[in-house]
């Protein structure tokens, strides 16, 4: 059973700087598998998350089209846990952070939520102009 626990967030100002952790328990990496990073927004309660960033088992990663070059995710393997680097904060970024795991690589479908089958609690993120 794959457990996730995340850390990190808070409120910064617009510009700032933010990083999330999400650690792992229970992963296994001789199969296949992706992590990712998902948020959902103040006042959208319902649909879909926007996802924000993914890794796969390979290494390699794709990100949301509006965090790209501003966002890094990475992976520590030795310690079980996946890092968002948030930098240049922006208002438009503030919502609840949650990272996922599937037991599948992306398959060029990195943000499809019904692929991820374990979440972890969400975390806040809160930037202020």
């Known amino acids: 059973q794959v457990q996730l626990v995340q850390s990190g967030g808070g409120s910064v100002q617009s510009g700032g700087a933010l990083r999330l952790t999400c650690e792992a328990s229970?992963?296994?990496?001789?199969?296949?598998?992706?992590v990712a990073w998902f948020r959902q927004a103040p006042g959208v309660a319902r649909g879909p998350r926007e996802g924000?960033?993914?890794?796969?088992?390979?290494?390699?990663?794709s990100y949301g089209s509006s965090v790209k070059g501003r966002f890094t995710i990475s992976q520590e393997k030795a310690e079980d846990a996946v890092y968002l680097q948030m930098n240049s904060l922006k208002p438009e970024d503030t919502a609840m952070y949650y990272c996922?795991?599937?037991?599948?690589?992306?398959?060029?479908?990195?943000?499809?939520?019904?692929?991820?089958?374990?979440w972890g609690q969400g975390t806040q993120v809160t930037v202020s102009s």
């Open positions: 229970g992963l296994t990496y001789d199969t296949a598998y992706a």
């Open positions: 996922a795991f599937r037991r599948t690589r992306v398959a060029g479908r990195p943000f499809s939520e019904w692929e991820y089958h374990y």
């Open positions: 924000v960033a993914a890794i796969d088992i390979d290494g390699s990663t």
